[in-house]
């Protein structure tokens, strides 16, 4: 803001270029940054039902497919999830439509004195954006994805009617730790008292760890059967999204009746989902952001389902502090071809050093020009694979027309 109480006016690329470098520059992470934003802002999380959703893998889709179901129920839905692919504004959606550039930058504007005096981060920020919104736009019900861990995530704000663990992996370890039971602790920090916790961690000594921890919050844990699969219609590749299915129908079964879609609803609701990056075919192009090993042995799995025309070309971008060894271990036996390369819009601090990577995948081409490494693989009428990291998939996504998730 302005001196002598001058007001200024962000445009939606100035807001962007404001918030996108901010860090919490260190300090502890802790959950007041965003009351106090929130607290501006009148707590606008308060206005509508929530459910929130968290785990290492599988939280995308759960948050997807429940708010597809509720949707169809005929509610007003938002979602919140992150990261983005190629817009910001994917990460905060009422009934599939993405916030204004307008209102995104009015909203920064509204918070900025609160976000330097607190020093908020980037995230902070946007997710008290997404819950501003979220009301203004009269949401009836919204379905909120953990950032990072749980516990402090800045979403962990809010009183959910629900919450739900999908899976536990080894993930953020500076953050989190460097146990899977750590993390798992960590993630069941969303846990809140008298209200459903649903667990759809398939190993049971985590399930374990995630139902005592939710126990000791007050919360009532459910747990999804370790071979529980969504066996009805699904509009999500992948033999593991039927898992996911059958964790999101646990979510919305433990939801008050009032709110609860009926089981055709429930159906309907799932058949229709689509989720850019997520094994996301379009013609001779295959997306998907696995971004750790347990996602791309989830990728890997659906390769072999999806018996793709050959030769099939992968171009990988792994961020540094990713397992990118044993990922490119895992991916080069099933691929004909690897390029490795550095997406634009990775951060300069947590890009891999691409010589170094190509030490576990020797047979590698490494191209660090991005757009090179796109149309060298797309020679030779491959089918071309782009994995690795959500900023790989949604730079590819931005430089190939109409591939864009909306317009």
């Not at 997406?343 to 891999?352: D, I, K, L, N, V």
Request: glycine content about 10%; hydrophobic content about 45%.
């Amino acid at each position: 803001a302005g001196g002598g109480g001058q007001r200024l006016t962000l445009s939606f690329a100035d807001a962007q270029a404001y918030l996108f470098p901010r860090t919490n520059g260190g300090r502890k992470w802790s959950l007041e940054p965003t009351r106090a934003l929130l607290e501006r802002l009148g707590h606008p999380e308060r206005q509508y039902p929530t459910i929130h959703v968290g785990g290492t893998n599988g939280k995308g889709s759960v948050t997807t497919l429940v708010a597809a179901a509720l949707r169809r129920a005929g509610w007003r839905v938002a979602a919140y999830t992150s990261p983005h692919l190629v817009d910001v504004r994917e990460r905060m959606v009422v009934d599939g439509r993405p916030i204004s550039g307008g209102a995104f930058a009015t909203w920064t504007e509204e918070l900025r004195e609160t976000i330097e005096a607190v020093q908020a981060s980037f995230f902070e920020a946007t997710t008290a954006i997404a819950f501003a919104d979220f009301a203004a736009r009269g949401a009836d019900v919204a379905v909120i994805e953990v950032g990072l861990g749980g516990r402090l995530d800045c979403t962990n704000v809010i009183d959910p009617l629900v919450s739900v663990v999908t899976a536990v992996g080894l993930e953020h370890v500076d953050y989190l730790g460097s146990s899977l039971e750590g993390i798992a602790r960590e993630k069941a920090g969303i846990a809140k008292a008298g209200r459903p916790f649903v667990i759809g961690e398939t190993d049971g000594a985590l399930a374990a760890v995630l139902e005592q921890t939710a126990l000791g919050a007050g919360a009532r844990p459910i747990r999804v059967d370790a071979d529980a699969s969504y066996d009805g219609d699904l509009g999500l590749r992948g033999a593991f999204q039927r898992r996911n299915a059958a964790v999101a129908a646990v979510v919305l079964s433990a939801l008050p009746e009032a709110l609860r879609p009926s089981t055709a609803e429930r159906d309907e609701g799932f058949a229709a989902v689509r989720l850019p990056g997520r094994i996301d075919r379009r013609g001779k192009w295959l997306f998907d952001v696995a971004h750790n090993p347990m996602g791309l042995a989830v990728l890997i799995e659906a390769l072999r389902e999806m018996a793709l025309p050959h030769p099939v070309h992968a171009v990988v971008g792994i961020l540094g502090d990713k397992d990118w060894g044993v990922m490119l271990r895992q991916l080069a036996p099933v691929v004909d071809r690897l390029w490795l390369t550095t997406p634009p819009s990775a951060p300069e601090g947590r890009r891999w050093r691409l010589e170094e990577a190509r030490t576990a995948a020797p047979e590698a081409t490494v191209e660090p020009d991005f757009d090179r490494a796109l149309s060298m693989a797309e020679a030779e009428g491959a089918t071309v694979l782009v994995t690795g990291s959500f900023h790989t998939v949604g730079d590819a996504m931005a430089r190939l027309p109409g591939f864009a998730p909306f317009g």
